[in-house]
């Protein structure tokens, strides 16, 4: 079937509504769908479902710029904006299967990089599928540098603990020290993004010598961590049976957690890239970042 020619002139972006999330969740599930597939790759959602209703919560949500790409009525994608931070996450961004290589994604990125200037965020972060040559040649086009390789990860480790330390539900009372943590490994932290984890009772610490040593707001593709040594990450990632969505984003570089995640039964499912547009700095510790950043 012949593609349709859409002149960038005539696409408008504007704030999505939640009246939009129906037909930006199809899209959303399709685009993914069909690049994933075209490089042998699973689709990082297991049905429709779960496309609809990530991006209608992210639709809903306060502190999630949302946008999306229309022409003549027709919506052709989407694009959202994580501003619980000073630092700023760019995605899920899809764009219509049929009406790719139009310009319509750079269109969606150039929307939410203004937002993020406009509200003096410190910096900009994305997470992108490193066999997808497009969008990574699109995101280093708009200014974005390739920081660290990621591996997803998913399985059940072999060790259920680690010696020295203990893994509990993360409560109120430990944000305070979590923050500190964040602070201390990142520069900054992600207080707004793991008070409601905690709130949804999915955040972890790690604890070591009477003191937090480590917090994961989830072990999933949304969620992330932050540890001050790879023991203190191995006893939060063997502590859960499984990682939520198609797994955890483990930095390639970090040799020896990526060889211990191998030793104990964790299998490599995709590769992905962290890339960042304005602050970065290399992480004083042992991460794991989100699908976001």
């Known amino acids: 079937m012949k593609m349709p020619v859409i002149p960038q002139s005539r696409v408008v972006i504007r704030p999505a509504t939640a009246q939009d999330a129906a037909v930006c969740g199809d899209i959303c599930y399709r685009a993914f769908s069909a690049i994933n597939a075209a490089h042998n790759f699973p689709c990082d959602f297991p049905h429709p479902e779960a496309a609809a209703g990530l991006i209608e919560a992210m639709f809903c949500a306060p502190d999630i710029y949302c946008v999306v790409a229309e022409s003549n009525g027709r919506i052709l ?5 994580d501003e619980r931070s000073i630092i700023h996450g760019v995605g899920p961004i899809t764009v219509e299967p049929d009406t790719q290589n139009y310009g319509i994604g750079r269109k969606l990125m150039e929307a939410v990089i203004e937002r993020a200037h406009q509200r003096g965020a410190a910096g900009i972060r994305l997470v992108q599928a490193a066999f997808h040559n497009r969008s990574l040649s699109l995101y280093a086009s708009l200014g ?4 660290e390789p990621l591996s997803v990860f998913q399985g059940r480790t072999y060790e259920r603990s680690i010696p020295g330390c203990t893994v509990r539900p993360a409560t109120a009372a430990d944000l305070p020290a979590c923050n500190a943590l964040s602070h201390r490994v990142h520069g900054f932290d992600r207080g707004t993004d793991l008070a409601q984890a905690i709130q949804q009772g999915t955040a972890l610490v790690a604890e070591r010598g009477g003191r937090i040593t480590a917090y994961a707001s989830h072990l999933a593709f949304f969620g992330h961590a932050t540890a001050e040594s790879n023991a203190d990450l191995q006893a939060l990632i063997a502590s859960v049976d499984s990682f939520a969505g198609p797994g955890i984003l483990v930095p390639s570089r970090n040799a020896g957690l ?9 299998r490599v499912v995709e ?15 042992a991460i794991l970042p989100s699908v976001l950043f």
């Open 77 to 81: 994608g989407s694009n959202c904006l």
């Open 144 to 147: 974005f540098d390739i920081r």
């Open 258 to 266: 990526f060889r211990w995640c191998l030793a104990n039964g964790l």
């Open 271 to 285: 590769p992905m890239t962290l890339m960042s547009m304005g602050l970065y700095n290399e992480p004083a510790g």
